[in-house]
């Protein structure tokens, strides 16, 4: 009786071992199908250097951009570009006026993006979070350069936000006619806010 038990036992271990292996196997495959996905991703997001270097281009002549964004993006995209941000924050240099960084704080810039007094303004009303932000062709291209980086990040969500930002300011690039008289871009804005359509389906 006592072997019967044994051998009872046994096999019942094996069983267990067995299921073990099989959930080993299955968690491995999991993983690497996740890692396949993973890097399709990144590749979809990924943004051909030539086409880069020549947004960078273009962007390095622009003499200003009025950007007109949420204050939530534009903590990203300045804390991606600039190395650190705060949404309360409407400068980036040493001062006395309200909203500015302390001096102990000013250090951690890598660099300084230079956004002085009445460079970026709140939008009325108030409490709807929009910005007015104005950017020199300098700053835009930090902004782009580094989400550019930040596309190829292993965090999916943060991959995604770099290249669908990274985008929006290509677009704005786009615009850009290196042949037309200087000052044409004087005075417009280019807007992150892309809406619901609220029309009713047919």
Known sequence: MFSTWREQYRANQEVKR???RE???QEK??????RAAR???LEANAV???EHNANLKTASAVSYLTLICHDDTWTFVATEAFGIWHPTWTTSTSGTHYGCPAPTQAWKFKPDPNLTEGRISRLEPFNSGLLRISLSGHNLVRILDKLRDGTAADDVVHSARCIRLYGKFAEFVALVD????????TGVEFRIDDSVDTAPSR
Do not use: F, N, Y
């Open 39 to 41: 890097r399709k991703v």
């Open 23 to 25: 959930e080993w196997e």
């Open 48 to 50: 051909d250097l030539e």
């Open 178 to 185: 290196p042949e037309a008289p200087a000052g044409m871009t």
């Open 29 to 34: 495959r999991w993983r690497e199908e996740d």
């Open 18 to 20: 067995e299921i073990q």
